[in-house]
């Protein structure tokens, strides 16, 4: 099953402005992780987010956690140019230790 | 120091060869991952691997074999390679003891099949 569905597909913004990427997954979840994937690079870990969590920050980054609706939210607050990379979530179901991926959210910044 | 390396970075090869993709961390982690990144961004797991057991995801075709020598290592080895296994893979490695869920990836070999 997929655990982890990212939306936008793609989001162009301006350097300053915030940005939010949405994920939502299909059965219950242990944790919540979030990666940055810079072009032509591996995966990178920002942030993750148990299920007995609501909300996690990391400097620029929260990071929400809604169970009841299964979805998680990243913020990325007065973003920039190096922030132009792809956000992916990934959800861990119990008695897995694989997080399943989606296609991620393409992000832009503009300066 | 390099945390999870792959290589080569880029391979380019024809249909039918056998190849292969190496993989080595040095972070002491315990388990060890295979994913494929097609060109739509999406990563699937191929394969996890600990000392203690293969988990293999069951839409790999078996052209595709994992080999590790060692905790540190695991090599990913494709035979008969077709057009659509052009892609970009991703080793990764984690320390699932202790229940440290963070992945660590490499930075990626990129597979083309002409």
């Known amino acids: 099953s997929q655990q982890g569905e990212e939306d936008p597909q793609a989001l162009s913004i301006q350097e300053g402005e915030n940005a939010t990427m949405n994920c939502s997954y299909k059965?219950?979840?242990?944790?919540l992780q979030w990666y940055r994937q810079n072009s032509g690079r591996g995966l990178v870990h920002l942030i993750l987010?148990?299920?007995?969590?609501r909300e996690k920050h990391s400097g620029r980054l929260r990071v929400t956690l809604d169970t009841s609706k299964k979805s998680s939210s990243l913020l990325i607050t007065a973003s920039r140019a190096a922030d132009t990379a792809s956000y992916f979530c990934?959800?861990?179901?119990?008695?897995?230790?694989?997080?399943?991926f989606g296609r991620g959210t393409s992000l832009i910044v503009h300066p | 120091d390099t945390a999870v390396s792959q290589t080569p970075k880029y391979l380019v090869t024809q249909m039918g060869n056998d190849k292969s993709i190496k993989c080595e961390q040095n972070?002491?982690?315990?388990?060890m991952y295979w994913y494929k990144q097609d060109s739509k961004k999406f990563l699937k797991i191929m394969f996890s691997?600990?000392?203690?057991?293969?988990?293999i995801n069951e839409t790999v075709p078996n052209r595709f074999s994992p080999k590790s020598p060692d905790k540190a290592h695991l090599n990913l080895h494709i035979n008969s390679l077709e057009l659509g296994d052009s892609a970009v893979y991703f080793c990764?490695?984690?320390?699932?003891?202790?229940?440290?869920?963070?992945?660590?990836f490499g930075p990626g070999t990129r597979l083309l099949v002409l």
């Open positions: 987010i148990r299920s007995n969590e």
């Open positions: 990764a490695s984690s320390q699932l003891a202790g229940g440290q869920e963070t992945q660590y």
């Open positions: 972070l002491g982690h315990d388990t």
């Open positions: 990934a959800g861990l179901s119990g008695g897995s230790y694989i997080p399943t």
């Open positions: 059965t219950s979840i242990n944790n």
């Open positions: 691997y600990n000392n203690k057991e293969l988990i």
